[in-house]
DNA sequence: TATGCACCTTACAGCAACTATAGGGTCAAG
DNA sequence: CTTGACCCTATAGTTGCTGTAAGGTGCATA
């Protein structure tokens, strides 16, 4: 092993994932494959780890692996435009948006029917009701 | 087909959902398997339209398949307590509350990248910068 | 030298919760 | 009697991994 490459598990541990998921990314193409050792080990190199952290940042901000993929290509070329970047950012802004929106209108009426509810039997519980479809036509 | 019984199809633009998923949900079991008619027909019943409009409000509200067995099986029995119903509400809250502190923490953090990148060659771009691992440790 | 242990290898199955596709059969209307 | 909307089964694909089985490697310790 030279000193400047490091198993899978290192570079898992330095990307905070595991070496299934880089396993994995490979099998897909998303990380290329590196050297190996003498014993078939899978040998990487700083540029892996560059990569590899900047996929799991992506992901961890909720990327898809397709928008990553697409911001991957991107930066590829350094004197290309940025506003590609901005846009696949924009998108996923918008996304969390309408996320946050959509999960605080569910869980105004999930408050709702849990502060309706006084106990009891199931036949009184309000949620219940609530969930039932006759109650709501 | 008797005056009482629906086609799947029917029975899917009763719940806004599809045929496809309600076959699954037979499958796994949490739809009864209805009756056929001669033409081998799923003929179904008030009784699944109840059963499948409660399932789909559950799901509608983001709760897993498997809470929305748990509230069927108790629902099943009208005496029992509700304290079990309450306490799955109560987790599923729980859960939405953390969702949304964590996506608002992420459009934050995104948002704060967007708004920091001032258009320019992808070398420059700030976003890139920001996602890129070297920038963070 | 042996042996244990942590780590690595491949290949494949499984998860949630559906959705899509292929290749057919049924039913009512025109 | 054909057209078109609907239905049937079986199987594969989706996203992003995670888990399992069955084995090989590398290093420290007895």
């Given at each position: 092993m030279s000193?400047?490459?490091?198993?899978?598990?290192?570079l898992a541990r330095a990307a905070g994932t595991t070496p299934a998921t880089i396993r994995w990314y490979e099998g897909?193409?998303?990380?290329?494959?590196?050297?190996?050792?003498?014993?078939?080990?899978?040998?990487?190199?700083?540029?892996?780890?560059?990569?590899?952290?900047?996929?799991?940042r992506c992901r961890d901000l909720g990327f898809s692996l397709d928008a990553v993929r697409t911001l991957l290509n991107r930066t590829e070329n350094?004197?290309?435009?940025?506003?590609?970047i901005t846009a696949i950012a924009r998108?996923?802004?918008?996304?969390?948006?309408?996320?946050?929106?959509?999960?605080?209108?569910?869980?105004?009426?999930?408050?709702?029917?849990?502060?309706?509810?006084?106990?009891?039997?199931?036949a009184a519980c309000r949620i219940v009701e609530a969930l039932s479809p006759v109650s709501r036509s």
């Open positions: 000193d400047q490459s490091i198993t899978i598990g290192a897909i193409g998303m990380l290329p494959a590196p050297a190996r050792s003498a014993g078939n080990y899978r040998l990487y190199g700083p540029e892996h780890v560059a990569r590899l952290g900047l996929i799991r350094e004197e290309g435009d940025c506003a590609d998108d996923r802004l918008a996304e969390l948006d309408r996320k946050i929106a959509d999960l605080t209108a569910l869980r105004r009426e999930l408050s709702r029917m849990i502060d309706s509810c006084a106990g009891g039997t199931i």
